[in-house]
């Protein structure tokens, strides 16, 4: 057993032998005060006695031998347990930031409206010299099927989506209610996957040989990103009354409201957002939607992407995935609903259950919540506020529009919650064609919504399903939504 105390002490020493004195293997003055600190008086002199006992070099060379072993074990350990207190490190990161209340995306931002670069109107057209003289008084031309030459028309819109592209970008396909909740992930993968990174039960007893212990417990989930269209026609003559009107109304100049920009944002951004948000919440995709056609047939105004609701029940409903499936089978009314949603805690893993966490909930179904909380306390004056937090837990409720009739409520941290667009600016584009007295608009663009790790997932998914006549108004969301 003596060589490999001799390896071990050899190794602390950072030697690889002992010099000798009078014939005997011998510790010096230096390498004596370093392993007194080490250990202790009574260990170095039994050690020093030990060693000049040590008659020939064979026994160095076993302990030099068992020394070597033992470093190559040591190092092979230590690049291990910086790999480990790496992925630690990453996950607690995750369980501290993904339990805060949700921040601001770090997004595009939309600029201030007077902001369009290098753009001018040209006053040539004929369009601009209509309401310019509506604007100063000059008369107004009858005849408005007059007033707009699409060539016109498609030129000053090339001009001014060329110098305000990302304005407009951000304009139409930036935020939403439910997306300022979310982690954007900029990618050009057709499938984004997030990257497993959990290490669990990582603390043990020291020992020098390779004893690993670290469990991977996170379920990395799929999300397909997809390609979305715009193909909308528009007659210019028709809406040259209601942008004269717009400009009345506002007190505005043509440079202010041009008719591209009224275009871009009063006809086009409200119902881009509202069916972007329809679908971002409840829209299921469909290869099938829009295949076969031809230009000039109608298209499919569906069917673009699984919106997080579709993701949410799909993740449900595979018992492969580990997402905790809260107040399973469980049928929510009006007189239940305050007490159920009482053991959603206790159902939560307990390393989650102090984090400020937000409860992302039908409106239907925490109105319902709140009526039942006023049935038990019939005198309580709670402030608003107070009813928007589940009651003794630091979860606080976010009502989202798009989750109207589903019936489905879900906790996770922003971290885990996903909205993915795409990082090349190319990708997204916005331009204009004319036709005669027509002009059609087109955009594409790609972007898909999920989660990342199921374990992240806390979820109630309703055991009746649409058409159900319950309280809760437990639907499963609109398959056939619209979208752009």
Known sequence: MFDKLLAAVMSRLGITSFEKKDGKYALTEEQRKTLVKMYNEDFVNKFEKDLSGMSDDHGLGNALDYKNKLESLQ?????????????????????????????????????????????????????????????????????????????????????????????????????????????????????????QSHISDLMQKFTPYWTPSGQSKFTPIEIPNHK??????????????????????????????????????????????????????????????????????????????????????????????????????????????????????????????????????????????????????????????????LQHTNFTFIPLDGMVGTGCFFITPKENFIHLLSKNKGATKIWLQGENYDVKIFAEWWEAVGFAIAELLFGYVPPVESGSDSETGSGSGSEEGQTV
């Open 75 to 195: 190092a092979e350990y230590d690049a291990f347990k910086r790999n480990a207190e790496e992925k630690e490190r990453n996950l607690t990161e995750l369980v501290d930031t993904l339990s805060e209340y949700p921040e601001q995306d770090k997004k595009m931002e939309k600029t201030q409206a007077s902001d369009r670069g290098n753009f001018k109107l040209n006053m040539d057209f004929l369009h601009n010299k209509v309401l310019e003289n509506f604007v100063n008084g000059d008369g107004l031309m009858v005849n408005a099927a007059d007033t707009i030459v699409t060539d016109e028309l498609r030129e000053e819109f090339g001009k001014y989506v060329a110098n305000v592209k990302y304005d407009i970008i951000t304009l139409l396909f930036g935020k939403l209610q439910a997306t300022q909740y979310m982690t954007t992930k900029m990618t050009e993968k057709t499938v984004w996957r997030a990257i």
């Open 228 to 389: 979305h269209k715009i193909n909308v026609p528009i007659k210019p003559a028709e809406i040259m009354e209601d942008v004269i009107g717009y400009l009345y109304d506002e007190g505005l100049q043509p440079k202010d409201m041009p008719i591209v920009k009224y275009i871009i944002e009063v006809l086009l951004k409200p119902k881009i957002e509202e069916e972007r948000d329809e679908q971002i919440a409840v829209g299921v995709y469909d290869e099938n939607k829009n295949s076969g056609k031809k230009d000039g047939d109608a298209g499919d105004v569906f069917g673009s992407i699984d919106g997080y609701i579709t993701v949410l029940k799909r993740i449900h409903a595979d018992e492969s995935l580990n997402m905790i499936r809260l107040l399973k089978d469980v049928v929510l009314t009006r007189e239940n609903i305050y007490d159920k949603f009482d053991e959603i805690y206790r159902e939560i893993p307990k390393k989650y259950r102090t984090k400020s966490l937000p409860i992302f909930i039908d409106p239907d179904l925490l109105n319902l919540y709140e009526l039942a909380r006023d049935d038990k306390f019939p005198t309580s004056k709670n402030e608003d506020e107070k009813k928007k937090r």
